[in-house]
């Protein structure tokens, strides 16, 4: 049974591109081994850090988008855990999750179907039709928030 | 706070318009409030991800803290997931614990 995982990981700023490259093969080296499959890749590229890790105030992000079981996860926390190049990482199962979104979805959308050939008209929204509520309606309470209680 | 909160109870939910200030310097407040919704219902967004920073960040204001539900109107479920996805992403510091 195969899970889906995402792996995100953070290589300090001192690494070359060559050693993040390393890293990233290293990760498939051990999917591979524990026979796992590699979905999807993506470099973030170096970003400003939101708090310092260590003495780094910025890092190099990569995403890895994994399928595969507990045991291959396991094994490449383990790795990343004693690799001294990579100063975070977090892995998150997101198949359960991505499930219940696209549940969701398929239904709003059957749901607003069915009302709208239910009212005579074509099943999908034509482009330029209906305005939804007032142009400035949910615009701009949403973040000014704080005015009431803190006065 | 000296009680002048006019929300009723319910989790704070935000009283629609008309709330009546019985407080002393009632004068001063707006008669008028609109009745908040929550923005991840009312744009349909179902997926709230700890990746995407922009999404997160209105909830997450100057002090770092999460953004209380009864001042931005998110519905329970929401918060929820919103509060998963700050602090996920927090660990990766793409959003600080604190300010200074």
Known sequence: MSRKYE???????????????????QVEAII????????????WGRRKLAYDIGRHKEGTYVLEVINGGGE?????????????LVIRHLTVRVDEEQ????????????????RRTARGLTPDRQPGEGQRGEPDDDRDDRFEMGGEEHR | MNGRKSFGGGGGRGKSSTTQDKGKDGQRRPMFRRRKVCKFCSDKIDDINYKDIKLLMPFVPERAKVLPRRISG??????????????????????PYTTE
């Open chain 1, 32 to 43: 591979q081994r524990l026979g796992g499959q590699l979905e999807k890749t993506d470099n």
């Open chain 1, 99 to 114: 499930g219940v979104v696209d549940r969701t979805r398929a239904r709003r959308t059957e749901i607003s179907r069915r």
């Open chain 2, 74 to 95: 998110t519905c329970a479920l929401h918060q929820r997931k919103l509060r998963t996805a700050i602090m996920r992403a927090r660990q990766l510091a793409l959003i």
């Open chain 1, 72 to 84: 291959l996860m396991k094994e490449i926390d383990r790795r990343l855990k004693v690799t001294d």
């Open chain 1, 7 to 25: 792996l995100v990981y953070v290589v300090s700023p001192d690494a070359t591109d060559n050693q993040v490259a390393d890293l990233h093969t």
